[in-house]
């Protein structure tokens, strides 16, 4: 069975600074992978996804994210982040079993200060 | 502009009180999908359709059933409510239901069960 971990539950970090969301999957196929995050009070929203190709993905706002085949990792980075990016991020696994259903990380809260 | 959306955003109810959840997209979407965010969980998959007349269980779909007589509309219907059902639920849809296909999400509706 397919399975998303996310390592952190909170990340709290400084504004310019910056930051790494850490995601972990297993999965004994191949598999896509997606960054939703969700603002305050709102629905998830598409930041980047992987499908085949680059292992490095290029998303909207900034973030990038890495897919790392043989450490079964797509983390989430930012060089420098703002007030602005603080949200929960969901790292997600689409893979077999029925096509597009997604199985959800447990999120990370980022939270960015002054 | 395409939309989807969710009503009502805030609800509370009673314990063994039947409750619907609409869910209303004007993208034309075959996928719609709904979830329940719980702390500590992410999103978890209740029922999914791929189209008018289909309807599909996900992993927590116990207490919880859906019908589609049309494109638009996935209402979520919670046969008999209960403390545990208490949450956040999201509505989703996706265009061609491939394995990479984006999944967009409505703004939510916060369920409280007392």
């Known amino acids: 069975a397919q399975s998303v971990t996310q390592l952190d539950s909170q990340v709290p970090v400084f504004e310019e600074a910056p930051v790494e969301l850490r995601c972990n999957y297993s999965s004994s196929v191949s598999v896509y992978l997606f960054w939703y995050v969700q603002y305050p009070n709102q629905g998830l929203q598409l930041l980047l996804k992987?499908?085949?190709?680059?292992?490095l993905v290029k998303g909207i706002n900034g973030f990038e994210a890495e897919f790392n085949k043989s450490q079964t990792s797509f983390h989430l980075r930012k060089p420098s982040v703002h007030i602005s990016d603080t949200a929960e991020y969901f790292c997600?696994?689409?893979?077999?079993?029925?096509?597009?259903?997604?199985?959800f990380g447990a999120g990370t809260r980022l939270a960015v200060h002054p | 502009d395409a939309e989807i959306t969710q009503s009502p955003r805030h609800k509370i109810t009673e314990t063994g009180r039947q409750v619907t959840l609409a869910c209303h997209q004007t993208w034309n979407h075959n996928n719609m999908f709904w979830y329940r965010q719980d702390l500590g969980h992410g999103l978890r998959l209740i029922h999914y359709?791929?189209?008018?007349?289909?309807?599909n269980k996900g992993e927590v779909s116990d207490g919880y059933s859906v019908s589609r007589s049309n494109t638009e509309d996935l209402p979520l219907t919670l046969e008999s409510a209960a403390s545990s059902q208490t949450s956040v639920y999201f509505c989703?849809?996706?265009?061609?239901?491939?394995?990479?296909?984006?999944?967009?999400f409505g703004p939510g509706t916060r369920l409280t069960v007392l």
């Open positions: 359709s791929y189209g008018v007349q289909d309807t």
């Open positions: 992987y499908l085949s190709g680059s292992t």
């Open positions: 997600a696994v689409s893979s077999g079993g029925g096509y597009n259903k997604l199985i």
């Open positions: 989703a849809s996706s265009s061609q239901g491939g394995l990479a296909d984006t999944q967009y």
